[in-house]
């Protein structure tokens, strides 16, 4: 069956980095784009991180660029997002997201871990 299992959260000091890694297993990784969402108490989830199935460029919200770094390796169904300087505001439970657009049907497939969390606090 269908898995992404997240790991590497944990709790940092503001300014501490951590790398989350998302394993994926039970379906061809290498044609999903793979994303990683966050969500923070009493808000909604939010897009962080984004990076196609190949080729093209990575995206990221707007509070992380130039902090946080996505990046995939197909060989292993792994994708991993490097976080550093990290923020209080960065606190949240970071989802494993795997995506995939069939415009022929005009459907979309998606599939989600269970979330890690990270906790920034001194």
């Known amino acids: 069956q269908v898995q992404l299992v997240e790991s590497g959260g944990g709790l940092v000091q503001p300014g501490g980095s951590l790398r989350l890694s998302c394993v994926a297993s039970?379906?061809?990784?290498?044609?999903?784009?793979m994303r990683w969402y966050r969500q923070a108490p009493g808000k909604e989830r939010e897009l962080v991180a984004a990076?196609?199935?190949?080729?093209?460029?990575?995206n990221y919200a707007d509070s992380v660029k130039g902090r946080f770094t996505i990046f995939r390796d197909n060989a292993k169904n792994t994708v991993i997002l490097q976080m550093n300087s990290l923020k209080p505001e960065d606190t949240a439970v970071y989802y494993c997201n795997a995506f995939l657009s069939l415009p022929a049907t005009r459907r979309t497939i998606n599939y989600w871990g269970q979330g890690t969390q990270v906790t920034v606090s001194s």
């Open positions: 039970g379906f061809t990784f290498s044609n999903y784009a």
């Open positions: 990076i196609p199935s190949v080729g093209g460029s990575t």
